[in-house]
């Protein structure tokens, strides 16, 4: 199976400040990597997928980079809607695996 | 807009069985593959099983392979997940959800359930 190691595994940003995360694959996964928001209580919400594809509907402060085994996901000026814990997920092989997830909050 | 309602979760004892239900709306259901995604505190996202267009490929974690059956019904536009031998260990929020793909082999989860509580419990 691939794993994939998220770090880092909590964080606080000031309203306004770029955030960064990251992914790491097992194996290289040739972009296959999507990006996902969860809020409390709610289903996860797709941001990014192949890597790098922004998601209808979400907001272009959310941008996503990388290849082969590392990947990234870039909040440009965090707000206060974006305080939730955010997932990877790689869709190159089954089993189709997740990150333990990043808790994002506001300092 | 996109709809996936799940239902059929509960309190079961272990070995006992359970069937899941996902109604979907507001999309072509036939079109799209869809999957089984579930979650806990202790071990995050899990995917479960997915099923293709029209139901004749199937996918599972080794966990619940032989246990566990993925199936839909296009003309319903729902999807099902029958849970037999169920372990405590299968406790957890199941989430329906949507399968794309971009680019040919690379899956993601375009669309979920707001989820269903199974719990796995004497």
């Known amino acids: 199976d691939i794993q994939m190691t998220q770090s880092p595994a909590s964080l606080s940003a000031s309203l306004g400040e770029t955030v960064t995360i990251q992914c790491q694959a097992s194996?290289?996964?040739?972009?296959?990597l999507a990006w996902y928001q969860q809020k409390p209580g709610k289903s996860p919400q797709l941001l990014i997928y192949?890597?790098?594809s922004l998601q209808d509907g979400v907001p272009s402060r959310f941008s996503g980079s990388g290849s082969g085994t590392q990947y990234s996901l870039k909040i440009s000026s965090m707000q206060t809607e974006d305080e939730g814990v955010y997932f990877c997920?790689?869709?190159?092989?089954?089993?189709?695996?997740f990150g333990s997830g990043t808790k994002l909050e506001i300092k | 807009e996109v709809q996936l309602v799940e239902s059929g979760g509960g309190l079961v004892q272990p070995g006992r069985s359970l069937k899941l239900s996902c109604a979907a709306s507001?999309?072509?259901?036939?079109?799209?593959?869809m999957a089984w995604v579930r979650q806990t505190p202790t071990k995050g996202l899990e995917w479960v099983a997915s099923?293709?267009?029209?139901?004749?490929?199937?996918y599972y974690r080794d966990s619940v392979k032989g246990r566990f059956t993925i199936s839909r019904d296009n003309a319903k536009n729902t999807q099902y997940l029958q849970m037999d031998s169920l372990r405590s260990e299968d406790t957890a929020t199941y989430y329906c959800?949507?399968?794309?793909?971009?680019?040919?082999?690379?899956?993601?989860?375009?669309?979920w359930g707001p989820g269903t509580m199974v719990t796995v419990s004497s």
């Open positions: 507001g999309f072509t259901f036939s079109n799209y593959g």
């Open positions: 997920q790689q869709g190159l092989k089954y089993p189709l695996t």
């Open positions: 099923i293709s267009t029209g139901g004749g490929n199937t």
């Open positions: 959800a949507r399968q794309d793909y971009y680019s040919g082999d690379d899956w993601y989860f375009d669309f």
């Open positions: 192949g890597a790098s």
């Open positions: 194996e290289d996964i040739y972009s296959g």
